[in-house]
Nanobody
Framework: QVQLVESGGGSVQAGGSLRLSCAVS????????MGWFRQVPGKEREFVSV????????SYADSVKDRFTISRDNAKNTVHLQMNSLKPEDTAVYYC?????????????????WGQGTQVTVSS
């Protein structure tokens, strides 16, 4: 069983920053495609960012590009999401996910394992 545990969520003012972390229970962590998604009540789960090829390739949704940065520490089996210049529309529950392969990387259905989520609230 692969377990993912998110942390680092909280409440901030618009323009502030948060750093989310996701700890993964199993190795080899470097083989996992690690994604971040977010979800607002009443809306579909939305792709935010993904890291694959051991962190050598990263990708971002247009809505967070140039504001968010994904990174991973393969030795610690941990992936991070640095969120800067936060906006009220970034408010959501953020989920860490793990998958394999390189197709449909922005599709939640392509991920096998999910964390329980961490709340991020950005006030104006």
């Amino acid at each position: 069983q692969v377990q993912l545990v998110e942390s680092g969520g909280g409440s901030v003012q618009a323009g502030g920053s948060l750093r989310l972390s996701c700890a993964v229970s199993e190795r080899p962590f470097s083989t996992y495609r690690m994604g971040w998604f977010r979800q607002v009540p009443g809306k579909e789960r939305e792709f935010v960012s993904v890291s694959w090829s051991g962190g050598r390739i990263n990708s971002y949704a247009d809505s967070v590009k140039d504001r968010f940065t994904i990174s991973r520490d393969n030795a610690k089996n941990t992936v991070h999401l640095q969120m800067n210049s936060l906006k009220p529309e970034d408010t959501a529950v953020y989920y860490c996910a793990a998958g394999f392969g390189s197709i449909m990387i922005s599709n939640p259905a392509s991920y096998t394992y999910w964390g329980q989520g961490t709340q991020v609230t950005v006030s104006s």
